[in-house]
């Protein structure tokens, strides 16, 4: 299983981004897929998270300006994130349970926020 994480960037404080996160090399629906990131210095963290019934859990830094959401027949995960602040500055990782929880997991896209 491949994770192919897309769409990070350089923003302006205010401003949004979009990434996506596709799965390849497997053949059934995977149930958790997420988004994690890690900021220099310190542990990664949970963003967001989703199951294959919908079933949403948000970082609570973020509820309310970020948003997950899936296409299950593409085993594609997105998150949307709006009104970005400089503290969301991180690598985001996407990763998805495949044999057991979050053991898979894509290369990172770099999220810049300036201020």
């Known amino acids: 299983v491949q994770l192919q994480a897309s769409g990070g960037g350089l923003v302006e404080a205010g401003g949004s981004l979009r990434l996506s996160c596709a799965a390849s090399?497997?053949?059934?629906?995977?149930?958790?897929m997420g988004w994690y990131r890690q900021a220099p210095g310190k542990q990664r963290e949970l963003v967001a998270s989703?199951?294959?019934?919908?079933?949403?859990r948000y970082a609570d830094s973020v509820k309310g300006r970020f948003t997950i959401s899936r296409e299950n027949a593409k085993n594609t995960v997105y998150l949307q994130m709006n009104s970005l602040k400089p503290e969301d500055t991180a690598v985001y990782y996407c990763?998805?349970?495949?044999?057991?929880?979050?053991?898979?997991w894509g290369q990172g896209t770099q999220v810049t926020v300036s201020s």
């Open positions: 990763a998805a349970s495949i044999l057991g929880p979050y053991d898979s």
């Open positions: 090399g497997i053949r059934f629906t995977i149930n958790n």
């Open positions: 989703l199951d294959s019934s919908s079933s949403t």
